[in-house]
């Protein structure tokens, strides 16, 4: 009986452990949301943004005031520029990203 006493507290423990994990490792969109607002060129630079899919493509007032290389520390995986828009890939967390982005505009 103690045996079984002593299990369930070590499995109670691995499922504490493991929620913690979990939790740790979600990342914080708005703070996220945030950062890219600001390495595109803050909040009056944005004149758009829109999602498809893998890609958050914005259309900025000036290209030059965006900081690509933080964009793609930020977990961009490739960065398209076409006149005074970018398309930036994301992949599954654009949409989100855009998301929070809306609220933040």
Not at 48 to 65: G, P, Q
Not at 77 to 85: F, L, W
Request: aromatic share 6%; proline share 0%.
């Amino acid at each position: 009986m103690n045996t079984i006493f002593q299990y369930g507290i070590i499995l109670g423990i691995l499922l504490i452990i493991s929620l913690i994990v979990i939790k740790l490792m979600k990342r914080d969109f708005s703070v996220e949301a945030n950062k890219l607002i600001n390495y595109l060129g803050g909040k009056d630079n944005i004149i758009n943004a829109e999602c498809n899919m893998s890609r958050f493509k914005v259309i900025l007032k000036d290209v030059s005031l965006v900081d690509k290389d933080s964009i793609q520390k930020l977990g961009a995986k490739g960065i398209v520029e076409i006149d005074n828009q970018l398309k930036i890939i994301f992949g599954k967390d654009a949409r989100q990203l855009k998301k929070y982005i809306d609220d933040l505009l």
